[in-house]
């Protein structure tokens, strides 16, 4: 059995992966390229527009120092194989690890006697984009590359308890029976926003908010769709699977 | 470890098989996602961001 949810849960997050390094690279990666521009200082946000009293500006403009490794033109950005072929490989194995998650649970939703069809796995895959992602962009949106941001390791502690609290919430939510287990998934899901995540003292990033906005609306709607997928892949192969 | 079943007909996975596949899971998407390694922090960096992680 353990043979079969590993291959079942693989080949699904394989998939979701592949279309969603797809989606990245088509949908994300041109304003995270943009991004960078003004993360390198090769773009400057206002301050290059030449008011009249931004000498600073200017200065740090002509100063900067070109980053060097931006060989990809900007808006457009074009393909860099190297660069692009890791994002799809980690994204395969974001994706894969997310699978394997969600199958762990699904098998564990069966043991208490809760079938799990193909169509039942689309709102597990909704579940898992909840637990994911929109309940840490709740408190920390998705971040460009050169946006402030508070200390990396409380983000990432903060990150892992929201997701692990959500995850077990929503799990409350479905196989709850009476509102002391609705109750306490209303807590569990409130509480890491009720303390709020760690975000940085000055707001000080250079990227401009447009950009850091599309960013944060394109990486969530992508993640809504994989998230789906790979709900309705997991739950389709798992099904087959299992027998 | 071995699993009782709970109710006839319904399919029933080993709490021991479930656990490694979650432990599995959980490695990968700590490996991919949240390892602060620099090797991999750069390898997987635009992924990072896409996906909401949080990253630099």
Known sequence: ?243 | MTTISRASGAVSTSVRDILIVICIGAALVFTAGLAQSETLHDAAHDVRHATGFPCH
Do not use: C, K
Request: net charge negative; aromatic share 8%.
């Open chain 1, 1 to 243: 059995m353990l043979a079969r949810l590993l291959t079942s849960a693989l080949i699904a997050g394989a998939a979701a992966g592949l279309i969603a390094a797809l989606m990245q690279l088509v949908f994300v990666q041109p304003v995270l390229l943009h991004a960078e521009l003004y993360e390198g200082g090769e773009l400057t946000h206002f301050a290059a527009e030449g008011g009249h009293d931004h000498d600073h500006g200017h200065g740090a403009v002509t100063d900067a120092a070109p980053s060097g490794d931006h060989a990809v033109p900007p808006e457009t950005g074009g393909i860099d194989p190297a660069r692009d072929g890791l994002s799809v490989l980690f994204s395969i194995l974001v994706y894969a690890g997310y699978a394997l998650l969600l199958t762990g649970a699904i098998a564990l939703a069966e043991n208490r006697g809760h079938r799990v069809t193909p169509r039942e796995g689309l709102l597990w895959g909704l579940a898992g984009f909840i637990a994911v992602q929109l309940a840490p962009a709740f408190g920390l949106a998705p971040e460009l590359p050169g946006m402030a941001a508070a200390d990396i390791t409380q983000r990432e502690i903060w990150w892992l308890v929201t997701v692990l609290l959500s995850a077990g919430a929503l799990w409350l939510i479905a196989f709850g029976r009476n509102w002391a287990a609705w109750g306490v998934a209303i807590v569990m899901a409130a509480l890491p926003h009720l303390i709020g995540a760690p975000h940085p003292v000055e707001l000080t990033g250079p990227t401009p908010p447009e950009l850091a906005a599309q960013f944060a609306g394109r990486a969530l709607g992508v993640g809504l769709v994989v998230w789906v997928l790979l709900g309705l892949f997991t739950a389709s192969l798992w099904s087959r699977a299992r027998g």
